[in-house]
């Protein structure tokens, strides 16, 4: 179940995107779809969220947003090069103005030194902009983590976008 919090901020930060008349996407690995289920859970939400991509295997990211294999293999799926190619592929695929993308792990497994359970890295791509990333390791269990992904998906598309709105 989604956090009241969560849904709060996918209200506001759908409020905004609204505003500036702008349309979202998401690639999701890690979250499963929760980051376009918050924003989809308001209502009306469908006006300005055009695509959600739920890219679990790395099967998926090539194929439904154009992350290269070889990408994945020199990288691993949980890497900021593939995360913003997440984000740059949902634009492209959807025809969206901004997509943010997200590929972590949220464990309870599956984590090593040098990407431990938490490690998540996220990407917003906007149309005209350069691709921002960012990396986090959230602490807790995993629906911890899955929800600290979308609070911090919903901050970063804040941040990618203009401070002054289109006019």
Same mark, same amino acid.
């Given at each position: 179940? #989604?956090?009241?919090?969560?849904?709060?901020?996918?209200?506001? #930060?759908?409020?905004?995107?609204?505003?500036?008349? #702008?349309?979202?996407?998401? =690639?999701?690995?890690?979250?499963?779809?929760?980051?376009?289920?918050?924003?989809? %859970?308001?209502?009306?939400?469908? !006006?300005?969220?055009?695509?959600?991509? &739920?890219?679990?295997?790395?099967?998926?990211?090539?194929?439904?947003?154009?992350?290269?294999?070889?990408?994945?293999?020199?990288?691993? %799926?949980?890497?900021?090069?593939? =995360?913003?190619?997440?984000?740059?592929?949902?634009?492209?695929?959807?025809? =969206?103005?901004? %997509?943010?993308?997200? /590929?972590?792990?949220?464990?309870?497994?599956?984590?090593?030194?040098?990407?431990? &359970?938490?490690? &998540?890295?996220?990407?917003? $791509?906007?149309?005209?902009?350069?691709?921002?990333?960012?990396?986090?390791?959230?602490?807790?269990?995993? /629906?911890?983590?899955?929800?600290?992904?979308?609070?911090? !998906?919903?901050?970063?598309?804040?941040? $990618?976008?203009?401070?002054?709105?289109? !006019?």
């Amino acid at each position: 179940m #989604l956090q009241a919090e969560i849904l709060d901020d996918a209200e506001a #930060l759908l409020a905004e995107l609204g505003a500036r008349g #702008l349309t979202l996407a998401t =690639a999701e690995s890690c979250t499963g779809g929760l980051i376009a289920a918050a924003l989809t %859970a308001i209502p009306g939400s469908s !006006a300005i969220v055009l695509a959600g991509y &739920v890219t679990y295997s790395n099967e998926a990211k090539t194929r439904m947003v154009g992350v290269p294999a070889a990408m994945i293999e020199a990288f691993g %799926a949980v890497s900021e090069p593939v =995360a913003r190619r997440m984000a740059e592929g949902a634009l492209a695929e959807s025809a =969206a103005e901004v %997509a943010v993308s997200c /590929t972590g792990v949220a464990g309870p497994g599956g984590g090593s030194a040098a990407k431990p &359970v938490g490690l &998540v890295h996220l990407a917003c $791509a906007m149309r005209g902009h350069a691709t921002l990333a960012e990396h986090h390791v959230f602490p807790g269990d995993r /629906t911890a983590i899955r929800a600290a992904t979308v609070s911090a !998906a919903f901050q970063l598309i804040r941040r $990618a976008l203009p401070t002054e709105p289109a !006019a």
